[in-house]
Structure formats: C-alpha cells, structure tokens
C-alpha cells in the first residue's frame, strides 16, 4: 500500500486508468468554463462601471462649466451694479 495517496491515485483505482483521464478532462473543461464564464461576467461589470464613472465625470464637468458661466455672469452684473470693474477671474 502506497504511503501518499492522492484523489488522481484515489480515481485510477475506483475508475481505472481510462475513466479517470476522462473525469480528469471533464474536470478541467467544466473548470475552464466556470473560469471564462466568471472573467466574462466580471468584464461585463467593470465595462459597465467605467461606463457609468465616464458619464459622471462627463457629467461634473459639464455641472461645473456650468457653474463657471453662472458665476462669471454674477460677477459681471454686480460690477455693472456696483460700477467697480474687477481685473480678470475672481
């Protein structure tokens, strides 16, 4: 009886040396496809999330252009209030 025993010994023994190579290879390709379903579900993920990060940022970028030309009219109009005209940005 062999000191180290291992689960392909532990096959050949049950199954035969030919059953056991091919629950070997069903093992790998069953093994392979959970592999690339996993990686295809996580990419599919993080596209969307770059997706959604890049429409945000777009978004703030926009929302602070925005912002800017409220603000620079705020300025205009309290200096043409005021009569005191401001060199350059604030």
């Keep these: 009886m062999p000191t180290s025993f291992d689960f392909a010994t532990a096959q050949q023994i049950i199954f035969g ?6 629950i070997n ?18 990419l ?3 596209v969307e999330l770059i997706k ?6 777009e978004t703030v970028k926009i929302g602070l252009t925005s912002l800017e030309t409220e603000l620079r ?14 060199t350059g940005p604030a």
Excluded at 28 to 33: L, Q
Excluded at 52 to 57: K, R
């Design 17 to 22: 040396e030919g059953k056991a190579n091919t």
């Design 25 to 42: 290879a069903l093992a790998k390709e069953i093994g392979t496809d959970l592999a690339k379903t996993a990686v295809k579900t996580a």
């Design 52 to 57: 959604y990060e890049w429409g945000l940022e």
């Design 44 to 46: 599919g993920s993080l």
């Design 73 to 86: 009219n705020m300025q205009a109009f309290l200096e043409s209030v005021s009569g005191i005209r401001t």
